[in-house]
């Protein structure tokens, strides 16, 4: 079946680092990928997504590209911020399941 | 515009007892899931509705969990009886259709002692 590997965390990092968060699935078919993130306190929101090989998904300064030769999703930013902190997930949907199937989050916390 | 209201937040049982959870989704959406997420883990999916049919709950454990959608819009999860393993947070979430993004809400933690 589905499934996503998530870069273990936490992940801790000072303020203006450099962030890269792995993640890589098994999938049959053509699935969509996206990232979401989980403030403390607040439900999962959807951060970006992909849709087909090479799309490159952006959103507050977030970056991920779906690459399908690696069948990887990483998330990265240049420059993190103390706001950044938060729990995030890679997720995988494939057409005709249209159910989520979630990595098992990385907690990033940045340090002023 | 109100996003997806759960209620309760947070819950505490003893086990063989049974809970109740509530979903308001998003006004206008028609697919409707619930997810569980257990501490340390991804969302895993229960059930998922379009519109009052249920046409996912492969995943739900039918002896003890039940769900339904009245008219569509509001949606209840129930287990009865609770066990130990059933602590986790309950996720809620709905997409106006089953290709568009998917809303959460903030979930109801529940613990089972």
């Known amino acids: 079946g589905d499934s996503v590997t998530q870069m273990e965390g936490p992940v801790t990092l000072s303020e203006e680092a450099f962030l890269t968060i792995n993640c890589t699935y098994t999938?049959?078919?053509?699935?969509?990928l996206f990232w979401y993130v989980q403030y403390p306190g607040e439900g999962l929101q959807l951060l970006l997504k992909a849709t087909k090989a090479d799309d490159k998904g952006s959103n507050k300064g977030f970056e991920a590209t779906y690459r399908k030769e690696t069948t990887s999703f990483h998330l990265e930013k240049g420059s993190v911020q103390v706001s950044d902190s938060a729990v995030y997930f890679c997720?995988?949907?494939?057409?005709?399941?249209?159910?989520?199937?979630f990595g098992t989050g990385t907690r990033l916390t940045i340090i002023p | 515009e109100a996003g997806v209201v759960q209620s309760p937040r947070y819950k505490i049982i003893e086990k063989k007892q049974p809970v109740a959870f509530w979903c308001n989704p998003i006004s206008g959406h028609n697919t409707l899931y619930w997810y569980r997420q257990n501490l340390g883990q991804g969302p895993e999916l229960l059930i998922r509705y379009e519109n009052e049919e249920a046409v996912d709950d492969s995943q739900l454990p039918k002896d003890r969990f039940s769900a339904e959608r009245l008219k569509g819009v509001d949606s209840t999860l129930k287990i009865q009886p609770a066990e130990l393993g059933d602590s986790a947070v309950y996720l809620c979430?709905?997409?106006?259709?089953?290709?568009?993004?998917?809303?959460f809400g903030q979930g109801t933690r529940l613990t089972v002692v």
């Open positions: 997720a995988l949907s494939n057409f005709g399941n249209e159910k989520l199937t």
């Open positions: 999938a049959t078919g053509y699935p969509s």
């Open positions: 979430a709905s997409s106006a259709t089953r290709y568009t993004e998917a809303f």
